[in-house]
């Protein structure tokens, strides 16, 4: 058990961004006392790692660690994403983070003017890594556990594929100015992306959070729809196994809206399916909006596997079953503790099939 202040916030730093232990708490112990560790950084920084939030929702490639992130180190003015190297576990071998990044992250418009990828985004090889920035801003996101000449590669193929689709190159036409085909993106309006990219740049930053849930199997995430009071709403379906049951999915909620770490959020509805025999209600749905007038609302559907559908996944491929059992976050009990005094969790309420909403 952690006793001292510092190896507490440490191993809360740990369970919020992933971050090995020594690294959390060299972080802790270079902060200032009592400080906040995961900060919300400038409107650029937020906007940028809204769209790479998106762009990294739904992988093309198999990957171990939710959304293939291994942690994230998050700064002020930037964020650092460390990705998962590449393994042998994937089904097909030419997968790599490399090409699939390259892909979904640097700006491509297609015939009739939509960007895909992150509008104003370039690619640059800094001290030896990748590091991705937003044309007339500060903002940026430095890519970890990538090869520069490997990424370098990655994007020259992505950009033959890409032009051989008709899609025009952003980065690649115009690398030091705003594309015409970027240009409405410039300049985002109040609704949408740019009015609740501190849920999804907060989600990002917090990407640890995930594995409390048990053992990660997979997670996609996706674009609802617009709000009738601005902003998006965002759907993530966490799949883990071993997990915890409404204990689990409750407490992942709770460390979410925990005051001082997690996100200004409220809970506004959930159904909770795990009184159900296994195979009846493997979904627990928790939505939570922002609080006050901060516009966005983030829907997690959290998914259990057990019984025959579990044993079929172990079955089918053990190797990766066991690499991923690896990778579940223990949570200590003090944390729980923790959790309950800011009466943000009561991990022993009773099960029905739905919540009142609060």
């Not at 992942?252 to 509805?269: F, I, K, N, Q, Y």
């Not at 959790?339 to 009561?346: A, C, I, M």
Request: net charge negative.
């Amino acid at each position: 058990m952690k006793s001292s202040v510092i190896e507490r916030r440490a191993e809360l730093f740990g369970l919020y961004t992933g971050l090995p232990w020594q690294s959390a708490r060299r972080r802790v112990e270079a902060a200032a006392p009592g400080s906040t560790l995961i900060l919300q950084p400038d409107a650029d920084q937020l906007l940028l790692e809204a769209r790479m939030m998106a762009a990294l929702a739904w992988r093309g490639i198999t990957t171990l660690y939710p959304w293939g992130i291994e942690y994230v180190d998050p700064r002020f003015d930037r964020l650092l994403i460390r990705f998962e190297a590449d393994h042998a576990e994937r089904p097909d071998p030419d997968e790599t983070q490399a090409l699939d990044l390259a892909e979904v992250l640097l700006p491509r418009a297609e015939e009739y003017g939509d960007v895909k990828g992150v509008p104003g985004a370039r690619s640059y090889i800094e001290d030896g890594q990748v590091v991705l920035r937003v044309l007339d801003t500060s903002a940026s996101v430095t890519l970890l556990g990538l090869d520069p000449e490997e990424w370098l590669r990655a994007v020259d193929i992505q950009d033959q594929r890409m032009a051989s689709y008709g899609m025009t190159l952003c980065h690649r036409d115009m690398p030091a100015q705003w594309h015409p085909a970027e240009r409405p993106y410039r300049r985002p309006g109040r609704r949408g992306t740019a009015a609740s990219a501190w849920l999804t740049s907060g989600l990002l930053r917090r990407v640890g959070l995930i594995r409390t849930l048990g053992v990660p199997l997979n997670v996609t995430g996706w674009f609802g729809h617009y709000e009738s009071a601005g902003g998006e709403r965002w759907i993530i379906d966490p799949t883990f196994a071993e997990g915890y049951g409404a204990v689990g999915h409750r407490r992942l909620m709770a460390l979410l809206a925990a005051p001082g770490w997690g996100l200004p959020v409220t809970t506004l509805d959930e159904h909770c399916n795990c009184h159900l025999p296994p195979g009846y209600g493997d979904q627990c749905i928790t939505v939570t909006g922002g609080i006050g007038d901060r516009p966005g609302v983030l829907e997690v559907r959290t998914i259990q596997r057990h019984g025959n559908r579990l044993k079929w996944i172990q079955e089918y491929d053990p190797t990766l079953y066991a690499a991923q059992q690896q990778l579940a976050l223990r949570v200590p009990a003090w944390v729980d503790r923790w959790l309950e005094r800011s009466g943000s969790f009561t991990p022993d309420v009773p099960l029905g099939a739905a919540a009142r909403p609060r």
